[in-house]
């Protein structure tokens, strides 16, 4: 889902910090972000929240007192493989849950004795503190869209402090009585900490545990940060503090932040998962398996609409159907009447049709012998016949198949070869002469002069 395709985007924001639920109503227009609204309940009135708003989608924000966070150096392998690399080590470390929600995020290639790895920071969260804040919108089938935590979330706010992404910053998010410190390098989280407090608002203590996890910092993790930032209702109070090793300095907010409330400080959390929204989906601790639910359910929907506009239209064409029932029964009444009006007609003819058989075979022999051809035009093409020395003792005409065979057997009257030859070639030549005559076979004997030729009726 794209909520920034609209001209006007409407949002809102849940923060959860220490037992209350801050909630901001945020508009996008024009590339501004409108504050409009800024509620704080607290925890035990969130249900009776959800249960009245008409709301149906949210993006939380949760400042996680219990979590792991590390730097990891991992093989410099493509980035597909980087989630299940940074996974087996989370896996490895974080031995005190069973499950969990994590994302990661490189921070940049570095050489590690001697090998170039990739150093990535890693962010991981009990599978169970997550499930119960999701249990909570869904029991009033609300949906969060994104869930993070607020030291993803609150970098984007920096962008506004020069030169803030060339600088290690450590910010200091004051949530009463806690104090998350997280650091940053290139505009990127790689330090996590929180840190006890005996109220809201920066003390002696909260600037003695600042300023030990400085020197932390520098003496372990080689970063030494140019300023401190307080974020929260108290940040701005904090232009100075003569008792910090590094400058310090309130947090300023975004110029395109137009803020309708007076009350930004107070709901600075649930604005900047609003800001960063875009940018951070890869950091979403949802399960992939909830991130889907919308689709699914989109999915659902649809076809379950299908369902019932195949089933209008079955139910249609089947009432369709049964009215024509009376007409088809008219039809069939009818055909049953003519059928049974019908029956002494086929008995009839069935009787008459025995009759007929009995006599079929006399039928087809004169039939036959009608379509034979005319043996008297047969006899009338041998009317070159008698020939010169020519003696026919026998015409033999047959028709197999309805078609005439000619059989002459003759005798040829000569004194010798060279008459009988002649005489002979020039019945041969007469017969080959007559269109409707075709020599199949001849024979002849030359010592009896006798001979057989049998000829094909062409007509």
Same mark, same amino acid.
């Given at each position: ?13 849940? *923060? ?14 024009? @590339? ?16 009776? %929240? ?26 410099? #392998? ?7 690399? =940074? ?26 004795? @001697? ?5 990535? %920071? ?18 009033? +089938? ?15 706010? %920096? =962008? ?5 992404? +060339? ?10 009585? +806690?104090?998350?410190? %997280? ?71 975004? *110029? ?16 900047? #998962? ?28 649809? =076809? ?22 009376? /007409? ?31 006599? !079929?075979?006399?039928?087809?022999? !004169? &039939?036959?012998?009608? #379509?034979?051809? /005319?043996?008297?035009?047969?006899? #009338? ?38 008459? !009988? ?28 002069? &006798? ?9």
């Amino acid at each position: 889902m794209n909520l920034f395709k609209n001209k006007q985007t409407k949002f809102v924001a849940i *923060s959860f910090e220490e037992g209350l639920a801050k909630i901001a109503y945020v508009i996008l227009q024009e @590339g501004h972000f409108v504050l409009q609204n800024t509620v704080t309940l607290e925890n035990h009135e969130f249900d009776n %929240f959800l249960k009245t708003t008409k709301e149906n989608e949210f993006i939380v924000v949760s400042t996680f007192q219990v979590f792991y966070q590390a730097v990891l150096s991992l093989p410099p #392998a493509q980035d597909k493989y980087l989630r299940t690399l =940074s996974e087996i080590e989370v896996r490895k470390n974080y031995t005190e849950v069973k499950d969990f929600s994590f994302f990661y995020d490189v921070l940049g290639e570095t050489q590690h004795e @001697g090998k170039k790895v990739k150093d990535t %920071f890693v962010f991981a969260v009990d599978y169970e503190e997550i499930h119960s804040i999701i249990e909570r919108f869904s029991k009033y +089938n609300k949906t969060i869209v994104a869930l993070y935590p607020s030291v993803l979330t609150l970098p984007t706010l %920096f =962008s506004s402090i020069d030169s803030s992404l +060339n600088e290690i910053l450590l910010c200091v998010l004051d949530t009463g009585n +806690n104090k998350t410190l %997280f650091l940053l390098k290139d505009g990127k989280p790689c330090f996590v900490r929180v840190t006890q407090s005996g109220r809201p608002g920066i003390d002696a203590p909260d600037i003695d545990n600042i300023n030990m996890t400085i020197n932390y910092f520098r003496q372990t993790l080689r970063l030494s940060p140019s300023k401190v930032i307080f974020i929260g209702t108290t940040g701005h109070k904090y232009g100075s503090v003569p008792d910090l090793v590094v400058p310090a300095m309130g947090l300023e907010y975004p *110029s395109n932040v137009i803020d309708q409330t007076e009350s930004i400080a107070e709901c600075i959390i649930p604005l900047s #998962a609003v800001l960063s929204y875009k940018d951070i989906l890869w950091g979403n601790l949802l399960p992939p398996a909830y991130q889907t639910l919308k689709t699914q359910k989109t999915v659902l929907f649809w =076809s379950t609409l299908l369902l019932l506009l195949f089933s209008f239209i079955g139910a249609g064409y089947t009432a369709l159907t049964v009215s024509e029932i009376p /007409d088809l029964k008219a039809k069939i009444n009818s055909a049953r009447k003519e059928i049974a009006e019908k029956q002494p007609i086929l008995k009839e003819y069935g009787s008459i049709n025995s009759e007929l058989q009995k006599i !079929m075979p006399l039928i087809t022999y !004169m &039939n036959k012998a009608i #379509a034979s051809p /005319d043996t008297q035009q047969v006899l #009338a093409a041998f009317n070159f016949l008698p020939m010169q020395n020519i003696r026919i003792n026998s015409i033999q005409i047959n028709s197999p198949d309805s078609k005439l065979t000619i059989r002459l057997q003759g005798i040829v009257l000569a004194n010798n070869f060279t008459d !009988m030859d002649t005489s002979y070639r020039k019945l041969i030549d007469t017969i080959k002469s007559t269109k409707s005559l075709e020599i199949t076979t001849q024979s002849i004997d030359i010592k009896e002069m &006798n001979f057989v030729i049998e000829i094909k009726w062409k007509i």
